[in-house]
């Protein structure tokens, strides 16, 4: 069946990782036998022939770089100016154009692209071998908008979603494992997110930060990668009542496949999946307890986060790759999900969203 996935890092992959994700997850993974350089090398499950493998059709691809404050003791991964992260993440879009030009991937950036692609994606005459991969553009944390003319700019070049806050004190928002407000630099950056029309993507925020983007913020809002705090107790994840908030707000919810937030206890880069018990079944736990709350199916979706800088080491035990998403048809239906629930998650609440968000 066909699937949205509304949040992966491709682009961080072909530039920082150095991944051709033109070859399939198993070739690159032989490509990096032996590499140590990072814990994830040799053990990718994303690329192109996968997702299309997996009837993945439309995603929602990051650019994605930080910027290490004097303050941040967080280790690696950003940069020490603003404008070198900008300068990294114009060199991923400028492999998402290349793939574009390669007939690989197509940027959706509006209604009638939206309803195009996902037409050819439903047309069972065409092969999925020969289908593009879509992808609509998102940032994920604002620390590379050099200042606030950036993001129209960006606008100008398809970027559709934005997340304030990553992992960092943030120039714009404090993010993950963090506490505290927008910044003043935040709080005018949602404003104009709302004139131009960019989704706000809640995932990454702090509580504060939470509720001030929400109170500043009117237009569509969805938690692109984000599990339930009630199952696993962290600021990471979603609590009841801002999963309710959001539900009032018409947000869309993607269940993320990083073992770490799908079951307590788990230790980033130390635990072995497989002794916490987690597959790709543990993601209905969280689809679940929302299920529970709204009485329906119409706020889970897969957000799955694959290619977040881990792989095999810290997803579900019987993900070898992003294809093996499709398991989830079988898994929804022994738990009781409809045939009309499954296609809300693989694709239908995704596609309303975006549906109404570019009307
Ligand atoms: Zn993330």
């Known amino acids: ?54 009837q993945i059709g439309l995603v929602v691809a990051t650019q994605i770089a930080r910027f290490n404050q ?23 879009l400028a ?12 940027q959706i950036q509006d209604a009638a692209g939206l309803e195009n692609h996902v037409r050819l994606w439903l047309d ?23 200042d606030l003319s950036y993001l129209e700019k960006a606008y100008g070049y398809g970027l559709r979603a934005l997340g304030p806050a990553h992992y960092s004190t943030g120039r714009y928002a404090p993010g993950t494992g963090l506490s505290g407000p927008l910044t003043p630099l935040g709080r005018e950056l ?22 001030e983007a929400l109170s500043l913020y009117h237009g569509p809002v969805w938690a692109s990668h ?19 908030q959001l539900v009032e707000r018409g947000a869309v919810i993607g269940g993320c496949f990083d073992a770490w937030m799908m079951k307590p206890g788990f230790t980033q ?22 299920c529970q709350m709204t009485g329906n199916s119409l706020h889970i979706a897969v957000g799955s986060d694959l290619d977040g800088t881990y792989g095999t080491e810290q997803s579900p035990t019987d993900l070898d790759t992003i294809a093996d998403l499709q398991k989830l048809q079988d898994i929804l239906t022994t738990r009781g999900y409809s045939a009309e629930d499954i296609e809300n998650i693989f694709y239908k609440n995704w596609l309303r969203f975006l549906r109404n968000a570019w009307s």
Request: aromatic content about 6%; overall charge negative; charged content about 25%.
């Open 1 to 54: 069946m066909f699937l949205i996935d509304a949040h992966l890092d491709i682009a961080l992959n072909a530039i920082e990782w150095n991944r051709d994700y033109r070859l399939s997850a198993h070739q690159i993974r032989e490509s990096e036998s032996g590499m140590t350089d990072k814990i994830d090398r040799g053990r990718g499950t994303v690329s192109l022939p996968d997702l299309r493998r997996g």
């Open 70 to 92: 004097t303050n941040d003791n967080l280790p690696g991964a950003g940069w020490n100016s603003p404008h070198q992260a900008w300068a990294v993440t114009q060199a991923q």
């Open 95 to 106: 492999w998402y154009q290349a793939m574009e030009a390669d007939g690989q991937m197509v």
């Open 124 to 146: 069972a005459s065409v092969s999925d071998a020969e289908k593009p991969v879509g992808y609509i553009l998102s940032l994920e944390g604002a620390d590379s908008l050099i």
């Open 190 to 211: 949602v404003k104009e997110m709302d004139r131009l029309g960019i989704i706000l993507d809640v995932t990454h925020l702090t509580d504060e930060g939470f509720s």
């Open 226 to 244: 984000h599990n339930c705090r009630t199952l696993v107790p962290h600021q990471r994840q979603l609590a009841d009542d801002q999963i309710r």
């Open 269 to 290: 880069r130390k635990s072995n999946p497989a002794d916490f018990g987690i597959t790709i079944e543990t993601i209905v736990d969280h689809y679940d307890h929302i």
